[in-house]
C-alpha cells in the first residue's frame, strides 16, 4: 500500500463550479482542452482522470492553464480567464507545501515540484516588484526542529534510480546544474538576493524539475538530486535575503530531503547549521539555534571534514550567545576555532566538498562576531569583525557590508560614537548598491542602536545622511 501523500491539497472549487455551469463532464472537458492544445501544434493527452485531479487541487504546468480556461469560455459563451479557474497567479500555496521532511522520495519530488511552481506563479505575478510568495513572510514554528528529527531517523533512500517516460539525464545535464549554481552564488554574493532569486525558482521550476522527473541510472540520480540540493538550499538563503523566512523554511526542508536522496550526510548537516539554524536564529530563537546545530553534528559525526564541524560548532555558539550564556559560547567557539586550525593544518581543501570550501577564517569570525555583538562584548566583537572584512574578497560585497556594520556596532557598544558612524557609513555605500533584504536589516538595527544618541552631532550628521535603509539606485 502507497503512503498518504503528506500535502493536503485544497480542492479547486474555481473549477468545479465553472464545469458545472458549463454541464461539461470531465471527458468532455479533457477532450476541449486536446483540441485546443493540437490547433496550437501541442500534444496535449488529457482525460477525465486529469480532470479530476485538477478538480482536487492539482495544477498542470506550462500552457495548460490557458488553454483549460479557453476551453471553458468557448462551452459557456464568453471570455473565461485563468484565475477564474483557480489557476492564476493568485493561487495560494497550501499551508503545508514544502513544510514536511517527505518519507518517500515520490512525496518529496512532489513537495519540491509543487513549492518551485507556485513560487515562480507568484514571482511573475508579482512583475518585477518584491517576490513575495504565499507563506512568505510566515515561519511555522513546528517545522523548525522537527524536520532534523526526520532527517536523523529516517534511513536512506535505498534506491533512486528512475526509469520514466522523461528525457534521459546524463552526466552532463548534472555538471550544468552545477556550474550554472556556482554562477548564481558568485552574482548573489556580490549584488544581493533580490537581482538574483528570480532567475534561481524559473530555473529550478523550468531545468531541475524537469531532469528530476526524468529518467537517470543510480549513480547520476545521486548526483542530479546532490546538485538540486545544492541549488534549493540557495534559494532558501536567498528568500531570507528577501525577506521572505517563511519561504526560506520551505526551501531548507526540501534541500534537505534532497540530500538524504543524495545519499550526502554531510551536506544535510550543512543545510541544519548554515541555513535552518541561521534562520532560527535571525528569528531570535535560540534554542531551536543549539537544537539544529547539535543535530547537525550529531547526523554527521565522522562523516565530515574538520572544516565542516567548525561551521557546526559556531553555529550552536551563535545560540548560546543568543541566550546570553557565556561560558557555553567559549566553549563551542573554541572548539569551532581548533577545528578550523585542524582543517588548515590539513592542506589543500580539493579533497573537501565544495559547500564547505567557502568557510574560512573570514567565514568563522564573521560567526564569532555576531556571537561576542549578542554578548556585550564590543571591543571583541570588533577585533573579529574586523578579521572577517580584512579576509572577505571584494567580490563578498554583502558579507563585507555586514561585517562592517558588526564592526560598528562593536564600536558604538564601546562608545566610540565617530567611529561607529563612519564605519556604519562604509557599509551604508556597499549596501546601496545590493538589492538585500539582510543588509539592510542589520543596517536598521544599527540605526536603532543609536537612537539613545540621537542628540549628539555625529549621530544627527549619520541619521540625517542615512535616513532611509540603504537601497540600489
Same mark, same amino acid.
Given at each position: 500500500?502507497?503512503?498518504?501523500?503528506?500535502?493536503?491539497?485544497?480542492?479547486?472549487?474555481?473549477?468545479?463550479?465553472?464545469?458545472? %455551469?458549463? #454541464?461539461?463532464? #470531465?471527458?468532455?472537458?479533457?477532450?476541449?482542452?486536446?483540441?485546443?492544445?493540437?490547433?496550437?501544434?501541442?500534444?496535449?493527452?488529457?482525460?477525465?482522470?486529469?480532470?479530476?485531479?485538477?478538480?482536487?487541487?492539482?495544477?498542470? &504546468?506550462?500552457?495548460?492553464?490557458?488553454?483549460?480556461? %479557453?476551453?471553458?469560455?468557448?462551452?459557456?459563451?464568453?471570455?473565461?480567464?485563468?484565475?477564474?479557474?483557480?489557476?492564476?497567479?493568485?493561487?495560494?500555496?497550501?499551508?503545508?507545501?514544502?513544510?514536511?521532511?517527505?518519507?518517500?522520495?515520490?512525496?518529496?519530488?512532489?513537495?519540491?515540484?509543487?513549492?518551485?511552481?507556485?513560487?515562480?506563479?507568484?514571482?511573475?505575478?508579482?512583475?518585477?516588484?518584491?517576490?513575495?510568495?504565499?507563506? =512568505?513572510?510566515?515561519?511555522?514554528?513546528?517545522?523548525?526542529?522537527?524536520?532534523?528529527?526526520?532527517?536523523?531517523?529516517?534511513?536512506?533512500?535505498?534506491?533512486? %534510480?528512475?526509469?520514466?517516460?522523461?528525457?534521459?539525464?546524463?552526466?552532463?545535464?548534472?555538471?550544468?546544474?552545477?556550474?550554472?549554481?556556482?554562477?548564481?552564488?558568485?552574482?548573489?554574493?556580490?549584488?544581493?538576493?533580490?537581482?538574483? &532569486?528570480?532567475?534561481?525558482?524559473?530555473?529550478?521550476?523550468?531545468?531541475?524539475?524537469?531532469?528530476?522527473?526524468?529518467?537517470?541510472?543510480?549513480?547520476?540520480?545521486?548526483?542530479?538530486?546532490?546538485?538540486?540540493?545544492?541549488?534549493?538550499?540557495?534559494?532558501?538563503?536567498?528568500?531570507?535575503?528577501? =525577506?521572505?523566512?517563511?519561504?526560506?523554511?520551505?526551501?531548507?526542508?526540501?534541500?534537505?530531503?534532497?540530500?538524504?536522496?543524495?545519499?550526502?550526510?554531510?551536506?544535510?548537516?550543512?543545510?541544519?547549521?548554515?541555513?535552518?539554524?541561521?534562520?532560527?536564529?535571525?528569528?531570535? #530563537?535560540?534554542?531551536?539555534?543549539?537544537?539544529? @546545530?547539535?543535530?547537525?553534528? /550529531?547526523?554527521?559525526?565522522?562523516?565530515?571534514?574538520?572544516?565542516? /564541524?567548525?561551521?557546526?560548532?559556531?553555529?550552536?555558539?551563535?545560540?548560546?550567545?543568543?541566550?546570553?550564556?557565556?561560558?557555553?559560547?567559549?566553549?563551542?567557539?573554541? /572548539?569551532?576555532?581548533?577545528?578550523?586550525?585542524?582543517?588548515?593544518?590539513?592542506?589543500?581543501?580539493?579533497?573537501?566538498?565544495?559547500?564547505?570550501?567557502?568557510?574560512? @577564517?573570514?567565514?568563522?569570525?564573521?560567526?564569532?562576531?555576531?556571537?561576542?555583538?549578542?554578548?556585550?562584548?564590543?571591543?571583541?566583537?570588533?577585533?573579529?569583525?574586523?578579521?572577517?572584512?580584512? =579576509?572577505?574578497?571584494?567580490?563578498?560585497?554583502?558579507?563585507?557590508?555586514?561585517?562592517?556594520?558588526?564592526?560598528?556596532?562593536?564600536?558604538?557598544? %564601546?562608545?566610540?560614537?565617530?567611529?561607529?558612524?563612519?564605519?556604519?557609513? &562604509?557599509?551604508? /555605500?556597499?549596501?546601496?548598491?545590493?538589492?538585500?533584504?539582510?543588509?539592510?536589516?542589520?543596517?536598521?538595527?544599527?540605526?536603532?542602536?543609536?537612537?539613545?544618541?540621537?542628540?549628539? &552631532?555625529?549621530?544627527?550628521?549619520?541619521?540625517?545622511?542615512?535616513?532611509?535603509?540603504?537601497?540600489?539606485?
Amino acid at each position: 500500500m502507497s503512503a498518504r501523500p503528506l500535502i493536503a491539497r485544497q480542492p479547486n472549487e474555481r473549477l468545479l463550479a465553472l464545469i458545472r %455551469e458549463a #454541464n461539461c463532464s #470531465n471527458a468532455g472537458l479533457a477532450r476541449r482542452v486536446n483540441m485546443c492544445a493540437a490547433e496550437r501544434s501541442l500534444d496535449f493527452r488529457y482525460d477525465k482522470t486529469s480532470v479530476a485531479r485538477w478538480i482536487r487541487g492539482q495544477q498542470p &504546468r506550462g500552457r495548460a492553464p490557458e488553454l483549460i480556461a %479557453e476551453a471553458l469560455g468557448r462551452k459557456l459563451g464568453r471570455p473565461v480567464t485563468v484565475d477564474e479557474i483557480g489557476m492564476g497567479t493568485t493561487r495560494q500555496l497550501t499551508s503545508s507545501v514544502g513544510l514536511h521532511f517527505a518519507a518517500g522520495l515520490g512525496d518529496s519530488l512532489e513537495q519540491a515540484a509543487e513549492l518551485w511552481r507556485s513560487d515562480v506563479q507568484r514571482t511573475e505575478g508579482e512583475r518585477g516588484s518584491h517576490p513575495y510568495a504565499p507563506g =512568505g513572510a510566515q515561519v511555522a514554528p513546528a517545522a523548525l526542529v522537527e524536520p532534523s528529527r526526520d532527517w536523523l531517523i529516517t534511513p536512506p533512500d535505498v534506491e533512486v %534510480e528512475r526509469a520514466g517516460a522523461g528525457p534521459r539525464v546524463g552526466e552532463a545535464d548534472v555538471s550544468a546544474v552545477v556550474d550554472t549554481t556556482a554562477s548564481l552564488v558568485d552574482l548573489d554574493r556580490r549584488w544581493g538576493s533580490g537581482q538574483v &532569486r528570480p532567475l534561481v525558482v524559473h530555473y529550478l521550476n523550468g531545468v531541475v524539475a524537469g531532469l528530476l522527473a526524468g529518467s537517470y541510472s543510480e549513480a547520476i540520480g545521486r548526483e542530479l538530486f546532490a546538485a538540486a540540493a545544492r541549488l534549493t538550499e540557495l534559494a532558501g538563503y536567498m528568500a531570507v535575503d528577501s =525577506g521572505l523566512p517563511g519561504l526560506a523554511q520551505r526551501y531548507y526542508i526540501q534541500a534537505l530531503r534532497m540530500s538524504q536522496a543524495a545519499g550526502d550526510r554531510g551536506f544535510g548537516g550543512y543545510v541544519l547549521a548554515a541555513g535552518m539554524s541561521h534562520l532560527a536564529a535571525e528569528l531570535g #530563537n535560540p534554542r531551536e539555534v543549539i537544537q539544529l @546545530a547539535r543535530a547537525a553534528q /550529531e547526523g554527521t559525526r565522522g562523516r565530515v571534514p574538520s572544516r565542516a /564541524e567548525a561551521l557546526f560548532l559556531s553555529a550552536e555558539a551563535r545560540g548560546h550567545a543568543q541566550l546570553g550564556d557565556r561560558e557555553s559560547c567559549r566553549r563551542a567557539a573554541s /572548539e569551532a576555532l581548533a577545528a578550523q586550525e585542524r582543517a588548515g593544518e590539513a592542506g589543500s581543501d580539493a579533497d573537501e566538498p565544495t559547500w564547505v570550501r567557502h568557510f574560512d @577564517a573570514a567565514y568563522l569570525a564573521d560567526e564569532l562576531a555576531h556571537c561576542h555583538r549578542d554578548l556585550g562584548q564590543g571591543r571583541a566583537a570588533q577585533r573579529r569583525a574586523a578579521d572577517a572584512v580584512a =579576509g572577505h574578497p571584494e567580490s563578498r560585497t554583502r558579507r563585507r557590508a555586514i561585517g562592517m556594520v558588526l564592526m560598528a556596532t562593536g564600536q558604538l557598544q %564601546e562608545g566610540d560614537l565617530e567611529h561607529a558612524c563612519h564605519t556604519a557609513g &562604509r557599509a551604508g /555605500e556597499l549596501l546601496a548598491g545590493l538589492r538585500s533584504g539582510r543588509g539592510a536589516e542589520y543596517f536598521a538595527d544599527f540605526r536603532g542602536r543609536l537612537e539613545p544618541h540621537r542628540e549628539h &552631532r555625529v549621530v544627527r550628521e549619520f541619521t540625517s545622511r542615512w535616513a532611509p535603509v540603504p537601497t540600489p539606485a
